[in-house]
C-alpha cells in the first residue's frame, strides 16, 4: 500500500461520548495540511460502544482510516506500540481520543518535523487540570529528569510527533512495560518541544488516577535508570555507619552514666526505622525483580482480534 506523509496513531478506550466529535475536528484538519495521511485508532479493550463507532468512521473514511481491536484492555502504552508496529507514516503523531489535545495543533508538530527534527513532544500551554493533578506531575517530572536524564517538560501530553527511524527503533525493542516518549527522547538525535492549547475533556472522566501516576513514575525510573538502586545502596551505607557510631555512643554512656530503662524507647525507634528502611529496599528491588520477570515469560504484549483497513 501507499506510505502516507503522516500517520496518527490513537488509543481508544471507553471514549464513545468524545468519538464522534473527535472525526468532525480530526478530519478536516488533516485534510488542510495537504499531506497525505491515515489515521489508525487502537480500541484498547473498550467495554461501551467505541468499537462500534469506529467501525463506522472506518466505513466511513476506509481510504484514511484503520482500526485496530484488541480482545482485551492491554493499556495505553501497549495500544500505541501496536499503533506504531501497523503504521505506514513517516512521520507519526499520537494524539488523544478525549479532545484534550486539540486536533487543530497538529499543525505546530508537522512543521516542526520538518525543520529536521526526528522528535517533538509538546508542552501545554495551560494546562485544564485540578491544581492537585498539575503539581503532583511537575513534581514527578522534576524527580524523573534527575533520576533519569530524560529531558520531557511535560510527560503527561500524549500530542508527540516520531520520525520513522524512532519509530522503527521503537519497534526493535521487546520490553513489556516501557514509556514511550522517554524510549523515544533515547534514540533522537534532534529533539525539542512546541507549546500547544489544551482543553477540558470534552467527556467522561480521565484513566489516569493518582496511583496510576505513581506506577507510571515507578516504571520510568526503573526501566531507564539504575540510579535508584545506587541511592538505596548509599543511604544503606550512610544508615550503617550513623547506626554504629549511635550503638558506640550509647555503650559509652552506658560506662560512663549507668543503664537507663528510657534508653529503650530509642532504640524502638531506631530499630522501627530500620525495618521501615529494609522494607523500602525490599520494594525497590522488587520493581527491578518484577521487570524481569515481566519480561523472561515471554507473553504477548496484547491481543489483536481484528484490523479493519482498506486492502489495495
Same mark, same amino acid.
Given at each position: 500500500?501507499?506510505?502516507?506523509?503522516?500517520?496518527?496513531?490513537?488509543?481508544?478506550?471507553?471514549?464513545?461520548?468524545?468519538?464522534?466529535?473527535?472525526?468532525?475536528?480530526?478530519?478536516?484538519?488533516?485534510?488542510?495540511?495537504?499531506?497525505?495521511?491515515?489515521?489508525?485508532?487502537?480500541?484498547?479493550?473498550?467495554?461501551?460502544?467505541?468499537?462500534?463507532?469506529?467501525?463506522?468512521?472506518?466505513?466511513?473514511?476506509?481510504?484514511?482510516?484503520?482500526?485496530?481491536?484488541?480482545?482485551?484492555?492491554?493499556?495505553?502504552?501497549?495500544?500505541?506500540?501496536?499503533?506504531?508496529?501497523?503504521?505506514?507514516?513517516?512521520?507519526?503523531?499520537?494524539?488523544?481520543?478525549?479532545?484534550?489535545?486539540?486536533?487543530?495543533?497538529?499543525?505546530?508538530?508537522?512543521?516542526?518535523?520538518?525543520?529536521?527534527?526526528?522528535?517533538?513532544?509538546?508542552?501545554?500551554?495551560?494546562?485544564?487540570?485540578?491544581?492537585?493533578?498539575?503539581?503532583?506531575?511537575?513534581?514527578?517530572?522534576?524527580?524523573?529528569?534527575?533520576?533519569?536524564?530524560?529531558? #520531557?517538560?511535560?510527560?503527561?501530553?500524549?500530542? @508527540?510527533?516520531?520520525? %520513522?527511524?524512532?519509530?522503527? /527503533? +521503537?519497534?526493535?525493542?521487546? !520490553?513489556?512495560?516501557?514509556?514511550?516518549?522517554?524510549?523515544?527522547?533515547?534514540?533522537?538525535?534532534?529533539?525539542?518541544?512546541?507549546?500547544?492549547?489544551?482543553?477540558?475533556?470534552?467527556?467522561?472522566?480521565?484513566?489516569?488516577?493518582?496511583?496510576?501516576?505513581?506506577?507510571?513514575?515507578?516504571?520510568?525510573?526503573?526501566?531507564?535508570?539504575?540510579?535508584?538502586?545506587?541511592?538505596?545502596?548509599?543511604?544503606?551505607?550512610?544508615?550503617?555507619?550513623?547506626?554504629?557510631?549511635?550503638?558506640?555512643?550509647?555503650?559509652?554512656?552506658?560506662?560512663?552514666?549507668?543503664?537507663?530503662?528510657?534508653?529503650?524507647?530509642?532504640?524502638?525507634?531506631?530499630?522501627?526505622?530500620?525495618?521501615?528502611?529494609?522494607?523500602?529496599?525490599?520494594?525497590?528491588?522488587?520493581?527491578? #525483580?518484577?521487570?524481569?520477570?515481566?519480561?523472561? @515469560?515471554?507473553?504477548? %504484549?496484547?491481543?489483536?482480534? /481484528? +484490523?479493519?483497513?482498506?486492502? !489495495?
Amino acid at each position: 500500500m501507499p506510505t502516507p506523509a503522516l500517520s496518527i496513531v490513537i488509543p481508544v478506550f471507553n471514549e464513545e461520548a468524545t468519538l464522534t466529535t473527535l472525526f468532525a475536528r480530526l478530519y478536516p484538519a488533516l485534510d488542510e495540511l495537504g499531506e497525505t495521511y491515515e489515521v489508525v485508532f487502537i480500541n484498547d479493550g473498550s467495554r461501551d460502544r467505541s468499537a462500534a463507532i469506529l467501525r463506522e468512521q472506518y466505513e466511513a473514511r476506509p481510504d484514511v482510516t484503520r482500526v485496530i481491536l484488541f480482545s482485551a484492555n492491554a493499556g495505553q502504552h501497549m495500544a500505541i506500540m501496536a499503533g506504531f508496529e501497523h503504521c505506514r507514516g513517516e512521520i507519526v503523531l499520537t494524539l488523544d481520543a478525549d479532545l484534550q489535545n486539540p486536533p487543530e495543533e497538529i499543525h505546530k508538530l508537522v512543521a516542526k518535523m520538518r525543520e529536521g527534527h526526528d522528535y517533538v513532544g509538546s508542552i501545554r500551554r495551560k494546562r485544564q487540570d485540578s491544581l492537585f493533578r498539575t503539581w503532583a506531575s511537575k513534581a514527578m517530572n522534576r524527580l524523573r529528569e534527575k533520576i533519569t536524564r530524560i529531558k #520531557i517538560t511535560d510527560q503527561g501530553n500524549m500530542l @508527540r510527533a516520531y520520525s %520513522r527511524s524512532v519509530v522503527n /527503533a +521503537i519497534n526493535s525493542c521487546k !520490553e513489556v512495560a516501557t514509556f514511550i516518549p522517554a524510549l523515544a527522547y533515547t534514540f533522537a538525535r534532534s529533539p525539542t518541544e512546541v507549546v500547544v492549547e489544551h482543553e477540558e475533556r470534552a467527556a467522561g472522566e480521565s484513566k489516569y488516577s493518582l496511583y496510576s501516576l505513581i506506577r507510571l513514575n515507578f516504571d520510568l525510573m526503573t526501566g531507564f535508570s539504575l540510579v535508584p538502586l545506587q541511592w538505596f545502596s548509599m543511604l544503606g551505607i550512610v544508615v550503617s555507619l550513623g547506626s554504629g557510631a549511635l550503638f558506640v555512643l550509647l555503650m559509652v554512656r552506658r560506662l560512663i552514666l549507668g543503664p537507663e530503662a528510657e534508653g529503650l524507647f530509642t532504640l524502638f525507634a531506631l530499630m522501627f526505622f530500620l525495618i521501615g528502611l529494609a522494607l523500602f529496599g525490599i520494594g525497590l528491588l522488587g520493581e527491578y #525483580i518484577g521487570r524481569i520477570y515481566q519480561q523472561v @515469560r515471554h507473553r504477548p %504484549r496484547y491481543l489483536i482480534e /481484528a +484490523i479493519l483497513e482498506k486492502q !489495495e
